[in-house]
């Protein structure tokens, strides 16, 4: 059973730069949420998508923006990206918005 | 809104020594209540969470934790700790009026066990 994965593990970009994160759930599982973890601190609430809407928005700016596929997956796209927005960006899935979640390893950004 | 605080940042403790990591959360409303653990370069794993029923909850690898409504408090214990236990742990709400599983996190707690 395969669990909650994510692509790629690690990428650099450059400030003013887009980049686009990926998620797969976790199989049988229909909701995606996105949480940003900065260096030392707890995991921060971006958004989540059910049923290929964004269903629910945490303090984000609207620069981080989101997409849920037929299959369940996910993409998180960051645009105009700040020094700031280095983090471990987290998936998280679960069934129909469920409180139980499982997160996959992250991808770590890094903004230069 | 809901809010988490995690008492200490770092929790050094000899092996085989038991251990509290302390958690706090404000809330108008009734919540579920997690406990997350992170080891280096990885994702979070579900260490045992707090839905009703008993307030003493059992997890994985020896954890457990006790729920207190009155003192708002969901603390995590293990009467026996290995090397192995040696991480960040996260606790966590959700609220369960919106219903939406979305997590508000503490700060974290880094576990240090030493041999």
């Known amino acids: 059973d395969a669990g909650v994965t994510q692509s790629p593990t690690h990428l650099i970009k450059t400030r003013g730069q887009q980049v686009t994160l990926r998620c797969s759930p976790k199989?049988?599982?229909?909701?995606v949420s996105w949480y940003q973890q900065a260096l030392g601190q707890g995991p921060q609430f971006i958004f989540q998508y059910y049923e290929e809407e964004e269903r629910q928005r945490g303090n984000f700016p609207d620069r981080f923006s989101g997409h849920q596929f037929p299959n369940y997956s996910s993409e998180l796209n960051v645009n105009a990206l700040w020094l700031g927005d280095s983090a471990l960006y987290l998936c998280?899935?679960?069934?129909?918005?469920?409180?139980?979640?499982?997160f996959g390893p992250g991808t770590r950004l890094t903004v230069t | 809104a809901q809010s988490v605080t995690q008492l200490d940042s770092q929790v050094p403790v000899f092996e085989e020594a038991p251990v509290e990591l302390r958690c706090n959360y404000s809330s108008s409303v009734s919540v579920y209540l997690f406990w997350y653990v992170q080891y280096p370069n990885q994702g979070l794993q579900l260490l045992l969470k707090y839905l009703s029923g008993s307030t003493l909850v059992k997890g994985i690898n020896g954890f457990e934790a006790e729920f207190n409504k009155s003192q708002t408090s969901f603390h995590l214990r293990k009467p026996s700790v290995h090397i192995s236990d040696t991480a960040e742990y996260f606790c966590a709400v959700s609220d369960l009026v919106s219903n939406t599983g979305k997590l508000i996190f503490g700060q974290g707690t880094t576990l240090q066990v030493k041999p």
């Open positions: 998280a899935s679960s069934v129909r918005r469920g409180h139980e979640q499982y």
């Open positions: 199989s049988g599982h229909d909701t």
